[in-house]
């Protein structure tokens, strides 16, 4: 089974809508980590941010925000008012904690900005 | 503070070569990791060093292989290449291990291979 699900490919939106980026995970460990990463066309993964378990409080950064439910297990990535150089494509990944022996990525969500 | 270096940047070879890939970390990190990203698997684990030991080892045959050095340097090495090889290969530090705190992994740029 998959451990970190984005099911969403690809999303596109128009410059300026808000675009919510799902991501669910599956772990039986109580200690582990959240990541989302940003990989533009260019290629190089970009690292956004890192939440653990025990902490659920949602984060703002700018024009991204996160929602982090353990009751849901999911980790959702919100862009408000989008822009075009926000199209990249989005992975999510989960590191556990009392094994923690690797990230495992969900297979990422495909963002396109339309001008 | 420099990121983190792959080299080379494109790669081109024929079935049954070999390459070497290498990965210098971030300034620091002792932790290094080695992915696979193909269109049709997307991103996959290969494996993990830190402290020059490899701690663990994702599902590829035993014709990919690493190392690290102890300047926390690592390369990579795929035998009798074959054509389903050809993939970006991005490298990962992070000061340490998956797992625990300041886990969090910065890519390079990876090396793009070909094989023909």
């Known amino acids: 089974a998959q451990k970190v699900t984005q099911a969403q490919t690809e999303i596109s939106v128009v410059e300026k809508e808000d675009v919510t980026l799902d991501c669910v995970y599956e772990?039986?460990?109580?200690?582990?980590?959240l990541f989302w990463y940003k990989q533009p066309p260019s290629g190089e993964l970009v690292f956004l941010i890192r939440?653990?378990?025990?902490?659920?409080q949602n984060e703002i950064s700018g024009r991204y925000s996160w929602n982090f439910q353990k009751s849901t297990s999911s980790f959702n990535f919100t862009i408000t008012a989008s822009q075009v150089v926000d199209s990249a494509v989005y992975f999510c990944a989960l590191s556990e904690g009392a094994t923690g022996n690797q990230f495992y990525f969900g297979t990422g969500t495909s963002l396109t900005v339309i001008p | 503070k420099a990121g983190v270096t792959q080299t080379p940047r494109y790669l081109i070879k024929t079935r049954g070569q070999q390459v070497t890939l290498s990965c210098s970390p971030i300034?620091?990190?002792?932790?290094v990791s080695w992915y696979q990203q193909t269109p049709g698997q997307g991103l996959q684990f290969l494996f993990e060093?830190?402290?020059?030991?490899?701690?663990n080892k994702g599902n590829f045959p035993g014709r990919f292989s690493g190392r690290q050095f102890s300047n926390s340097r690592s390369e990579m090495n795929v035998s009798t290449l074959e054509l389903g090889d050809s993939a970006l290969y991005l490298c990962a530090s992070s000061l340490l291990p998956s797992g625990g705190p300041y886990n969090e992994q910065f890519f390079g740029p990876g090396t793009r291979l070909t094989v023909l």
């Open positions: 300034s620091g990190h002792r932790s």
């Open positions: 772990t039986r460990d109580t200690t582990y980590y």
């Open positions: 060093y830190f402290s020059e030991t490899q701690r």
């Open positions: 939440r653990n378990s025990f902490d659920e």
